[in-house]
Every structure is written in structure tokens, then in C-alpha cells.
């Protein structure tokens, strides 16, 4: 897996990282067959609505791929709830190197945010210093590109078996 680049606003709004996101990918649309499918990852929370909106965060997104169906074919990927936080933790880490010593995720180094993230982001500790089950988001610039790469590969790649019959062999 390669992230090639990154969208990284400050103090925005989901409308704005939607233009973002299209301004990004407009020199590479101009080459591609449309419309282009896009497969987009995310919170699940995403789908709350807000006393202060009229709309949610993933109904705006909606929208705009709506009024883009000429450029882009989104493929929503969000569950209905999201994966534990240590769990998608571990499949980002599997992915950056296994166990093995393989890696399988590699970033360009333009992704600063998110290069950053990874570098920086860490697990709350409580007074003796043991690290507790919730990451540490006291710097509000850190964690959101680390979250958003975390959805997309817990969901690709999940470290939890999908359901399901089981095949077994009983001797």
C-alpha cells in the first residue's frame, strides 16, 4: 500500500475538504477515464448529526460526489460503528512493519501530517506512567491523518477474522 499524498486543512469544515480534495485530484482527472472511482474511508460517527447542523458530515460528502457524478464514482467504506481504537492502532503498525520485518505500507515524504502523526502520536499514560487504552489528543493538530489512514486499513485489513462459516477439517 503507498499514500501518495495527503489533505491536511486547518480549522476547516467538511466542505471545504471536500473542494480540497477535488482541487488535489483535478490534474489527474484531466488524464483519466470518468467518471474515476474513489473509495472513501472514514469515522462512523460521521453519520451523527448535530444539533448545529442541518446536515451530517457524511450526507455532506454525499452531496458533493452527487454533484460531481460526471467526474467521480464514490464507494463508501464506513461501518456502522467504528473499529477499537487499539485495534485499528495494530493494523496501521502491521501494516508500517510486521512481524516479520515486512513492510507493507509506504508513505511519500510530501505526507508531513501524517508522517508527523506517526511519529508523535502516543497512548495516554495514567500516573505511573502504564499506557492506558485511549490515545493521547491533547495537540489539536495531531491524530486526524493517523485516524483517517487507521479507518482505511482496519477496513482493508482487519486484524479480526471476518464472520462467517468457518471451514474446519475434524479428523
Same mark, same amino acid.
Given at each position: 500500500m503507498y499514500v501518495l499524498d495527503e489533505v491536511a486543512? +486547518?480549522? $476547516?469544515?467538511?466542505?471545504?475538504?471536500?473542494e480540497a480534495f477535488l482541487d488535489r485530484i483535478d490534474p489527474w482527472l484531466r488524464r483519466c477515464y470518468l467518471p474515476v472511482e474513489v473509495h472513501v474511508y472514514g469515522d462512523a460517527t460521521g453519520?451523527?448529526?448535530? $444539533?448545529?447542523a442541518s446536515q451530517?458530515?457524511?450526507?455532506?460528502? *454525499?452531496?458533493?460526489?452527487?454533484? *460531481?457524478?460526471d467526474l467521480?464514482?464514490?464507494?463508501?467504506?464506513?461501518?456502522?460503528?467504528?473499529?477499537?481504537?487499539?485495534?485499528?492502532v495494530n493494523c496501521v503498525n502491521a501494516r508500517l512493519c510486521n512481524q516479520a520485518g515486512i513492510r507493507r505500507l509506504l508513505i511519500d515524504p510530501r505526507c508531513k501530517q501524517?508522517?508527523?502523526?506517526?511519529?508523535?502520536v502516543?497512548?495516554?499514560?495514567? $500516573?505511573?506512567?502504564?499506557?492506558?487504552?485511549e490515545i493521547d489528543k491533547s495537540d489539536p493538530a495531531r491524530t486526524h491523518t493517523s485516524d483517517a489512514?487507521?479507518?482505511?486499513?482496519?477496513?482493508?485489513?482487519?486484524? +479480526?477474522?471476518?464472520?462467517?462459516?468457518?471451514?474446519?477439517y475434524i479428523a
Open positions: 486543512l +486547518r480549522d $476547516s469544515n467538511t466542505g471545504a475538504a471536500c453519520d451523527a448529526r448535530r $444539533s448545529s451530517t458530515d457524511w450526507q455532506l460528502v *454525499r452531496d458533493f460526489f452527487h454533484r *460531481r457524478r467521480l464514482k464514490p464507494v463508501f467504506h464506513i461501518g456502522s460503528s467504528n473499529p477499537a481504537v487499539r485495534d485499528r501524517l508522517i508527523q502523526d506517526l511519529e508523535r502516543h497512548w495516554k499514560a495514567d $500516573s505511573n506512567g502504564n499506557p492506558l487504552n489512514l487507521g479507518y482505511m486499513i482496519a477496513a482493508q485489513f482487519s486484524m +479480526r477474522a471476518p464472520g462467517g462459516y468457518r471451514s474446519e
